[in-house]
């Protein structure tokens, strides 16, 4: 399931943001913005139904806990992941919206019925990007997924976190207002401030270069990827 998991910075955003990002890898990637697609037509995701569902009680929302089998495809056509190929054909599950899974499956997997199968057209960008993951996503690689929601149901509601960070209500995140949420989280966990301030700057740096997609140096409500719904 390692594929599906992001910067494990990003995925606890709502939850335990600090004293997750303090145990990061200390890897400093170097990572510009391309100045070429600025304005430039963002690559969309294309959604496309293979089966629809017979009865739909209930659309998958955010927050919801989704129970799918997934298959992986490069572009190419060559399948690299599948969640019916591993041992007892276990389905994949997680919860949508709280930044565990890549863009493409938070955005594609919305609005589904229980029964229903998608192909996910997903450009890199809403994938793993120029970085790609690990030995079997390379950088910059578009994907294709076919995705059948086995079961869909209530998840624990997040709190909306990027409401607690956008002190100023400009529904933008600076790097202050960001420093000031994890100061305030390390006060409230007891983590000594010596340690939080030497670690800031990292944690910053890292979370900056995931979630400030323009870099523009700061993080829109649309670019967070964390918990920032009001009522789900
Ligand atoms: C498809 O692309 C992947 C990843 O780039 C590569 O490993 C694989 O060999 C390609 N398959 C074919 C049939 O070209
Ligand atoms: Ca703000
Ligand atoms: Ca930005």
Partial sequence: MYLFVKCACVTVLGLNLLSVC???PQQQQQQQPDPSNQGAGEPHLKIEVLTHATDCPRKSK????LV????????NGTKFDSSRDRPGAIPFQFQLGVGQVIQGWEKG??????????????????????????????????LVFEVELIQVHDGPKPPNVFK?????NDDHLTKDEMSMYLARQAHA??????????????????????????????????????PKHEEL
Wanted: hydrophobic share 35%; net charge negative.
């Fill in 22 to 24: 303090l145990s990061l």
């Fill in 62 to 65: 955010d927050s919801d806990i």
């Fill in 68 to 75: 799918i089998h997934y298959e992986g495809f490069y572009d």
């Fill in 109 to 142: 997997l919305l609005e589904m019925c229980q029964g229903e199968k998608r192909k996910l057209f997903v450009p890199s960008k809403l994938a793993y990007g120029e970085h790609g993951s690990g030995p079997v996503i390379a950088p910059n690689s578009d």
């Fill in 164 to 168: 607690m960070i956008d002190i100023d």
């Fill in 189 to 226: 966990q007891g983590i000594p401030v010596d340690l939080a301030a030497k670690q800031q700057e990292k944690v910053l740096d890292n979370l900056f270069k995931f979630e400030d997609k323009d870099g523009d140096g700061k993080i829109s409500h649309e670019e967070f990827s964390g």
